[in-house]
């Protein structure tokens, strides 16, 4: 047995068995008819049976049901930066995180669009509870990371998780995906853990830790949907942390956000990847010799990647607008694009709830606070 046997996704020797358990499963069928509305469940059926490699199941089928979930759920998503990648080559991309499967889904689809290598993409454990749903990630190159761990238990889960991703991107020649925190955004609010960084680091193979995060080329990736399917499931964990309460996920709490998440109406979506971290990873090297300094200055080089390319919608300025009673913004919008946000607001929130319009209109603000504070503009 492997080690990474317990976490990682399946090995090209076992993609056909897997698909053959789930092939018959009520949630592929459902996938399946979503994505080819046309077709006979015999022919998919029959096609799937034939797929013996991840990225075949990936672009035959995957890439397919996201083409389906943007023509459903959005107007469109729109890139920019990954003419900067070079093909055939790994990058270890950090993105600030808004949706469960959206995210890293997307950033697949569209290195595969531009011909480079497509990630292998950390999932919480927890979102993966059910049989099939645990059978479809690791079909879909996914690794995971183990929640809910004594804090001996995270160390030794740590150690390994970082291993695996040195493995990858070093050995395997596999683009990595994982969020820079653990969990989503719900604030709007988006901030590197220093943490992610230091299990990174766990693997470093250099006696300069900056020599190794350049050694794994850091992409910071940028991601910013228009509307947030789940913004008002967001609401509940929100207002137990404005009023200092510990919050309990209900049961199938992470799944309704799952399925909610992409089916849900999105907009416009817009992704960037920025350029690869290098020579400021020898400025901070020669500025900190503290490496805790150092893992602090690299998150905040992350931050500002993510923050300075983040697109702002009317629908961020808007909600800026509503928050601080100020028309500041509204050269951003039309009262057209107000209306359909008031009349959205109006559906998902209890009005007679302050703290709850308020995290609600948060949520949507945040991003035009901290882009300004970004750029001095505040």
């Given at each position: ?181 653990e969990g989503r955004t719900k604030d709007g609010n988006d901030a590197t853990n220093p943490g992610v960084l230091k299990m990174l680091a766990m693997a470093a193979d ?173």
């Open positions: 047995m492997s080690k990474f046997d317990a976490i990682r996704p399946f090995y090209e020797t076992e993609v056909n068995d897997a698909i053959q358990e789930v092939v018959h499963h009520p949630m592929m069928k459902a996938l399946m008819n979503f994505t080819f509305p046309e077709t006979q469940d015999e022919v998919w059926k029959e096609q799937l049976l034939r797929t013996h490699s991840t990225r075949d199941f990936q672009c035959n089928f995957i890439y397919k049901s996201l083409q389906k979930v943007l023509e459903k759920t959005s107007d469109g998503l729109t890139t920019s930066g990954f003419e900067k990648l070079e093909k055939n080559t790994s990058y270890l991309f950090i993105s600030n995180h808004r949706d469960i499967l959206l995210d890293t889904s997307l950033l697949n689809a569209c290195l595969f669009e531009h011909k480079l290598v497509m990630t292998a993409s950390a999932i919480g454990d927890n979102l993966v509870q059910k049989s099939f749903l645990r059978k479809l990630a690791r079909l879909n190159r996914n690794f995971l990371v183990q929640r809910g761990l004594s804090p001996r238990e995270m160390l030794q889960s740590s150690k390994l998780l970082s291993e695996y991703i040195s493995k990858l991107l070093q050995h395997e020649n596999r683009s990595v995906w994982i969020a820079q925190r250099e006696a300069e830790l900056m020599d190794y995060f350049k050694k794994i080329k850091i992409v910071p990736v940028s991601i910013s949907y228009e509307y947030d399917p789940t913004d008002a499931l967001k609401m509940p964990q929100l207002m137990a942390e404005a009023k200092q309460e510990i919050y309990v996920k209900e049961k199938n709490e992470d799944f309704v956000n799952l399925m909610s998440g992409v089916m849900g109406q999105k907009r416009r979506i817009h992704l960037h990847v920025g350029a690869v971290l290098s020579t400021e990873l020898d400025e901070i090297k020669g500025q900190h010799e503290n490496s805790n300094k150092q893992i602090q200055a690299l998150a905040q080089l992350i931050d500002d990647s993510i923050l300075s390319h983040y697109k702002l919608w009317p629908t961020n300025y808007i909600a800026y607008d509503l928050l601080h009673k100020t028309t500041q913004y509204s050269h951003f919008y039309s009262e057209n694009e107000k209306s359909l946000f008031e009349r959205r607001l109006e559906m998902r929130i209890d009005h007679s709830n302050p703290l709850a319009l308020q995290s609600f209109l948060a949520m949507y603000a945040n991003p035009v606070v901290n882009k300004m504070k970004y750029e001095n503009a505040i």
